[in-house]
């Protein structure tokens, strides 16, 4: 769209607040001046420095690709050592990691690494919480926490375990300085948490675990061994022990 001199008006306005620019810009918008500047807008706010440049990766190889497979691809790259969060990674490492294949993914989709990063983190808790779905619902409450249990012993005597988990990874790099991956961890966790709750109720009710003990308490001091699980894959354990 373009504007013939939208700045010179003949009378007095009033001041333009936050909110008004949000509204009139909307959520993406990119603006060209006739001497070649450029701008972009996210949320009223303008993306400076290296952010406002155009990200270039190449597309996934299936023709029937979407937006959706480029994040996947990213998720994927972030289980290697390559993708180390967004402060730390550049451009090139998600295009290596991801190794994707041929033209761009514009900013008005990523305006930013960090845009990609959460979009990613997203996503791989929103898988781990369908799989934990998946258990609660198939199983009884004895198989489904034994499930549970297997699943995070044999990831964390892998070398996908050593590799590690992107929820710890976000929570131990990026907290307690940044709240909307604090906010996420957060509640990725109690979602794991409830689900044990779940599962342990379920089992208490048909006088399969032990009921001197409230569920909560349990479901805390599983999460609690699961994650220290997670952590412990750093060093490669044998499964036995």
């Given at each position: ?79 290697t050592r390559q993708v180390r969060g967004d402060r730390a990674t550049s451009m090139s490492d998600l295009m290596k990691a991801s ?31 369908s799989r934990a779905a998946e258990r609660d619902a198939e199983f009884s409450p004895e198989m489904a926490l034994r499930e549970t ?93």
């Amino acid at each position: 769209m373009s504007i013939a001199n939208p700045l010179n008006l003949p009378f007095a306005l009033a001041p333009v607040m936050q909110n008004d620019i949000i509204r009139v810009l909307g959520q993406y918008t990119f603006i060209r001046l006739d001497n070649d500047d450029e701008a972009f807008y996210h949320h009223g706010n303008r993306i400076i420095g290296a952010d406002a440049s155009c990200v270039e990766l190449p597309v996934p190889d299936d023709k029937e690709w979407s937006w959706d497979d480029v994040v996947t691809q990213l998720v994927r790259a972030s289980f290697t050592r390559q993708v180390r969060g967004d402060r730390a990674t550049s451009m090139s490492d998600l295009m290596k990691a991801s190794g994707l294949a041929s033209a761009s993914i514009y900013k008005q989709l990523y305006p930013d690494k960090r845009t990609i990063y959460l979009a990613a983190l997203q996503q791989y808790m929103d898988e781990g919480a369908s799989r934990a779905a998946e258990r609660d619902a198939e199983f009884s409450p004895e198989m489904a926490l034994r499930e549970t249990l297997e699943f995070v012993a044999l990831l964390s005597s892998s070398p996908d375990g050593e590799k590690g988990c992107f929820t710890i990874a976000a929570a131990s790099e990026l907290l307690p300085g940044d709240a909307e991956v604090k906010s996420k961890v957060h509640h990725k966790f109690n979602k794991i948490i409830n689900q044990l709750e779940r599962i342990l109720c379920r089992g208490q009710t048909q006088q399969l675990f032990r009921c001197d003990e409230s569920p909560r308490t349990m479901a805390i001091s599983i999460f609690m061994i699961l994650e220290g699980m997670r952590f412990l894959g750093k060093f490669s354990p044998k499964l036995t022990n």
